[in-house]
């Protein structure tokens, strides 16, 4: 890790208030992926920012869901267990959930 301090810290833990626990334990896990994905393999606040305003968008299209599309979209792992003309219509609904809340 290079640059990581506590106000770094103190400063994510604001800007992620409201994630759930998951949610977090999957953007600490992405943030240790993308640094092994480095060819220094570091962390750096660049990259937390990054990951972290990527999870901001995801937790934004979470919060556009109805119950019924929580429960289905929960239960999602793979993909391929889906029938391949609802593949489509999940990611066309995800976009145009995003679109209307202005974040695409």
């Known amino acids: ?4 301090t506590k106000d770094l810290i103190a400063e994510i833990a604001n800007k992620t208030e409201g994630f759930s626990g998951r949610e977090i334990t999957k ?3 992405a943030w240790h992926d993308a640094a092994f994905a480095m060819p220094d393999a570091v962390l750096t606040p660049e990259l937390m920012d990054r990951i972290l305003e990527k999870f901001h ?3 934004k299209l979470k919060e556009t869901w109805t119950s019924d599309e ?3 979209f929960e239960k999602m792992i793979d993909t391929s267990k889906l029938q391949e003309g609802s593949k489509d219509g999940v990611i066309e ?3 145009e959930l ?3 809340e202005g974040i695409l």
């Open 1 to 4: 890790m290079e640059g990581i």
């Open 27 to 29: 953007m600490v896990v």
């Open 57 to 59: 968008l995801q937790h």
């Open 70 to 72: 929580k429960l289905l």
């Open 93 to 95: 609904k995800s976009e």
């Open 98 to 100: 995003l679109r209307q």
